[in-house]
């Protein structure tokens, strides 16, 4: 093991901006183990972005693009385009506390394994120190992070997803504020004199996470959720934990505002696995007269109780990290329009020969040649995709220009209804109201999706996904669910409503019965009204569906038999996903709560499967 002797350490430490102990000896241990050629302290400053931009630029890690102005391209290794769900780890003291979804290893033995890979990982290399906060810093209770890391693309995306620097370092001093600590390397340590790749990383790929001491060490993959580690390991799996012991909520879900004709607003919070529409619905444009819809967050909700007894939820994100794929003029113009403001970085898109970027489904119209992401000449005849199915933009979110101006309240705003919803061809309606609280926390729990290229694996297969946070969960996902369950029991409640939805499935020829995209609006308007209490419903085996012409499709070319079609109750595919929400919940085992096996059985009752 190399392990730089204590001088030279404090060496790179002599210019370290703070004197705060706590922090210099995280900084210090992390240094001693992977032994990096420097230290540097992300401050957040233009100069030091810039700087940094250079040297990534020149290191070929990103390309400086035509346009979008102050945009850069990065192409990573063809091997590290998603998370890894398999190499992502939960290392509680107890397996059970992890178990049964999330992958385990005792946090003794995960330390001895990552005190081994990561023994001089960032020799040759620089150690960046990023402070952060999760959502504002003038938060009640703000939530900081430092991350080490030795990516200088994890520096420029972190500062665009993340509150940086010097505002969160100041804040940490001045509070004597705990923070999570956040390690990580790309692990690919530089021999003297090696030239480095483009996009270092390694085949040994290890996600962890140690909820007990609220600490993330992620080695091996640059890419999103596995390496901007204020994101998925520290928002959901490390917060998920602390939501638990503190009775709040941190969830996959999207935050938009809307407002009807009279001027009356509410907030709506939305999860979706990942890939399955939140970015969009968070930009929705509303084309019914007199609504308008604006956004607050596209991928994370931390829902607090207020002194009202109202979830107000607070996006602790600061940008956008989407699918590029599907992202157009015509799907999505307000995600284009931010995109067009600047500011972005782009990873494993398609490069056109104006030095811009592309993907499917941008324009209609492909380009007539293209550098894909792997670097290969690219025509419209060519047999594999321009872009990666996961390739991503990484937006400040102050570009979208529908955001609320209310998106910086450090406490958040209050939630009406909560939407759950997957991408399934069959069964699932394509709009229903759950009765109460536990219907609600139930159809959250049973919630199923066909999985996407957001991670690696097979794309296309049914799993259940609970609440969208099944690779995001950071203890037990029946006591997640207990905790749901709980929540609802909390003294002065005034709960959100809950509904299901699912904007994908399918007709006999496999075409979408719902046109989706800036028509869901219409699905969000009989959301609002019923949350009102003045749109009718009437009662399936499933939940409270739309009456007929419920659904708002003045100026829509559907008929309202299409509709019905996306919103029917069919028994015999009910009977099936009875059978397989049986066998899921016997895969979950004894933590799953009480209350929500009640709840498969009168759900059985109302199919009449008794
Ligand atoms: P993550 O960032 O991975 O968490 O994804 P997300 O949930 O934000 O998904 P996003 O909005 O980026 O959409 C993913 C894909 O689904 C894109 O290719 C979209 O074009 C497509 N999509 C989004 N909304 C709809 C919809 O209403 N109908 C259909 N058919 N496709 C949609
Ligand atoms: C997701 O997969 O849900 C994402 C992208 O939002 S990542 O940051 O890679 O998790
Ligand atoms: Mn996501």
Not at 168 to 182: T, Y
Not at 502 to 515: G, M, Q, V
Not at 547 to 564: F, K, M, N, P, R
Request: hydrophobic share 40%; net charge negative.
């Amino acid at each position: 093991m190399t392990v730089i002797d204590r001088g030279s350490v404090e060496d790179l430490l002599v210019n370290a901006p703070t004197k705060n102990s706590k922090v210099l000896d995280f900084v210090r241990s992390i240094a001693e183990r992977t032994t990096p050629d420097a230290i540097e302290w992300i401050t957040g400053s233009e100069e030091q972005r810039s700087s940094l931009l250079s040297q990534a630029i020149d290191t070929g890690t990103i390309v400086k693009l035509s346009h979008p102005e102050d945009s850069y391209y990065a192409a990573s290794d063809p091997d590290d385009v998603a998370r890894v769900e398999d190499r992502t780890f939960i290392c509680s003291e107890k397996e059970e506390d992890a178990g049964p979804l999330n992958n385990w290893v005792a946090p003794a033995e995960m330390k001895g394994i990552l005190n081994d890979v990561f023994a001089g990982a960032m020799r040759g290399r620089t150690m960046y120190v990023i402070p952060f906060v999760m959502g504002h810093v003038d938060a009640t209770q703000p939530m900081f992070g430092i991350e080490v890391t030795d990516s200088p693309y994890v520096v420029l995306s972190m500062g665009i997803m993340a509150r940086t620097g010097d505002v969160a370092l100041e804040a940490i001093d001045r509070l004597g504020a705990d923070f999570v600590e956040c390690v990580h390397s790309v692990g690919a340590p530089l021999e003297p004199g090696q030239d480095d790749v483009a996009w270092p990383c390694s085949s040994t790929k290890y996600i962890t996470h140690f909820p007990e001491d609220r600490s993330i060490w992620s080695y091996g993959s640059g890419y999103g959720g596995n390496a901007l580690l204020g994101k998925k390991a520290y928002a959901l799996r490390i917060a998920s934990a602390i939501a638990h012991d503190e009775g709040w909520l941190a969830e996959h879900m999207l935050i938009l505002k809307l407002t009807n004709p009279e001027g009356e607003s509410k907030y709506v919070a939305a999860a979706f696995p990942s890939a399955c529409g939140k970015t969009n619905l968070a930009m929705i444009e509303p084309n019914i007269p007199g609504w308008k819809a604006e956004t607050l967050g596209d991928d994370i909700a931390w829902m607090r109780f207020g002194p009202d007894g109202q979830l107000y939820a607070v996006n602790p994100e600061f940008g956008l990290f989407g699918v590029a794929p599907g992202t157009g003029y015509v799907t999505n113009p307000t995600a284009m329009t931010a995109i067009e403001a600047g500011g972005n970085v782009f990873t494993n898109v398609a490069l056109t020969d104006d030095g811009g970027v592309w993907w499917e489904g941008m324009t209609d119209e492909k380009p007539a040649h293209l550098t894909d992401w792997r670097g290969n000449d690219w025509t419209p005849e060519s047999e594999t995709p321009a872009a990666h199915p996961n390739s991503r933009f990484c937006t400040p979110i102050a570009n979208v220009p529908t955001i609320a101006p209310e998106w910086q309240n450090p406490d958040g705003v209050p939630i009406s209804a909560i939407l759950f919803g997957g991408r399934r061809k069959t069964t699932m309606p394509l709009v229903t109201q759950t009765s109460d609280w536990n219907h609600g926390v139930f159809m959250g729990s049973i919630l199923s999706s066909e999985t996407t290229a957001a991670a690696v694996g097979k794309v296309g297969v049914v799993r259940r996904d609970p609440m969208a946070m099944r690779p995001f969960i950071g203890y037990n996902v029946g006591d997640y669910l207990q905790h749901w369950i709980n929540i609802g029991k909390t003294d002065g409640a005034r709960l959100p409503k809950i509904f299901y939805v699912n904007w994908f499935r399918r007709a006999e020829d496999n075409s979408f019965l719902w046109p989706g995209f800036t028509e869901n609006a219409r699905i969000l308007k009989w959301v609002f009204e019923r949350v009102n209490g003045t749109a009718d419903a009437v009662q399936t085996p499933v939940g409270f569906a739309p009456v007929a012409g419920g659904i708002d499709l003045d100026g829509l070319d559907i008929t309202e038999e299409q509709v019905q079609k996306a919103l029917e109750v069919k028994p015999d595919e009910w009977a099936e996903e009875l059978q397989s929400i049986d066998a899921w919940y016997d895969e979950l085992g004894e933590h799953v709560p009480a209350e929500l096996r009640a709840e498969v059985e009168e759900l059985r009752d109302r199919l009449g499967l008794k």
